[in-house]
């Protein structure tokens, strides 16, 4: 028998976060690649709701011109 892997709390509901601002860049920093490209769930341990929360406030960070579109 193989060992499962465990599996990773999402960050976001551990602190039980309904919304994700799209003016906090520090945050939004983190969920970002070096070619600026958003990183997946599976890398991050982001459950799919707070990831589509996430990749919607990276967006309109970008759009706003806080987040550059590439690094």
Wanted: aromatic share 12%.
């Amino acid at each position: 028998m193989t060992a499962g892997r465990s599996k990773k709390m999402c960050p976001f509901c551990e602190q039980k976060v309904t919304y994700i601002d799209y003016k906090n860049t520090k945050l939004l920093i983190r969920f970002i690649s070096q070619y600026g490209r958003i990183i997946p769930k599976y890398y991050t341990g982001v459950c799919l709701g707070h990831q589509k929360m996430l990749s919607r406030a990276v967006k309109t960070a970008r759009q706003m011109a806080l987040i550059a579109y590439t690094r």
